[in-house]
T-cell receptor
Framework: EAQVTQNPRYLITVTGKKLTVTCSQN?????MSWYRQDPGLGLRQIYY???????DKGDVPEGYKVSRKEKRNFPLILESPSPNQTSLYFC??????????????FGPGTRLTVL | KQEVTQIPAALSVPEGENLVLNCSFT??????LQWFRQDPGKGLTSLLL?????REQTSGRLNASLDKSSGRSTLYIAASQPGDSATYLC???????????FGIGTKLQVIP
């Protein structure tokens, strides 16, 4: 089944404890992206990647890191999480990226709480 | 900076009604616009994708239109059903470099 998977689905952690949220797609998509969703603010793009080893900042990259060493994986890294990073996170992928005119497929989301 | 607004924020209708959801954006230089559905506790499901050169797209009971010059898109849902209850999101790709801007969404409730 074609899908985007994220792990973990739920995570409660404490301020300053490094964490990684994994994202994997099995559709051979070139483009992958991370979003966070907050009440009243909607989804905002954190980082995106147009291909292996190519990443760029979205609208809210502060406090996050990403890497794209393999085509299928795009982990989101919080080196020193803070309470304002408590949010619902989504990973998405598409074949050629939105400029290529194709659909984005979203993962199920990761709900992160930073105490 | 692209801004996307969705009106209304919430909508409650009786089953069987036809309804229209609105999306407006400030920068008309877009590549495409996509409508998504989000169910509580779940991810986003793509409904329709309209390229900047297109005027509308249809899928079943859904029809999305795009007027790029005026910065507007509408999602028309015919003969609404309780299963259509969800939050509907509009996403605009514009400003280059694969950046996507989402609206906050319209929360739809269809009452049986």
């Amino acid at each position: 089944e074609a899908q985007v998977t994220q792990n973990p689905r739920y995570l409660i952690t404490v301020t300053g404890k490094k964490l990684t949220v994994t994202c994997s797609q099995n559709m051979n998509h070139e483009y992958m992206s991370w979003y966070r969703q907050d009440p009243g603010l909607g989804l905002r793009q954190i980082y995106y990647s147009m291909n292996v080893e190519v990443t760029d900042k979205g609208d809210v990259p502060e406090g996050y890191k990403v890497s794209r060493k393999e085509k299928r994986n795009f982990p989101l890294i919080l080196e020193s999480p803070s309470p304002n990073q408590t949010s619902l996170y989504f990973c998405a992928s598409s074949l050629l990226g939105s400029r290529g005119g194709d659909t984005q497929y979203f993962g199920p989301g990761t709900r992160l709480t930073v105490l | 900076k692209q801004e996307v607004t969705q009106i209304p924020a919430a909508l409650s209708v009786p089953e069987g009604e036809n309804l229209v959801l609105n999306c407006s954006f400030t920068d008309s230089a877009i590549y495409n616009l996509q409508w998504f559905r989000q169910d509580p506790g779940k991810g986003l499901t793509s409904l329709l994708l309209i390229q900047s050169s297109q005027r509308e797209q249809t899928s079943g009971r859904l029809n999305a239109s795009l007027d790029k010059s005026s910065g507007r898109s509408t999602l028309y849902i015919a003969a609404s059903q309780p299963g259509d209850s969800a939050t509907y999101l509009c996403a605009v790709n514009g400003g280059g470099y694969q950046k996507v801007t989402f609206g906050i969404g319209t929360k739809l409730q269809v009452i049986p």
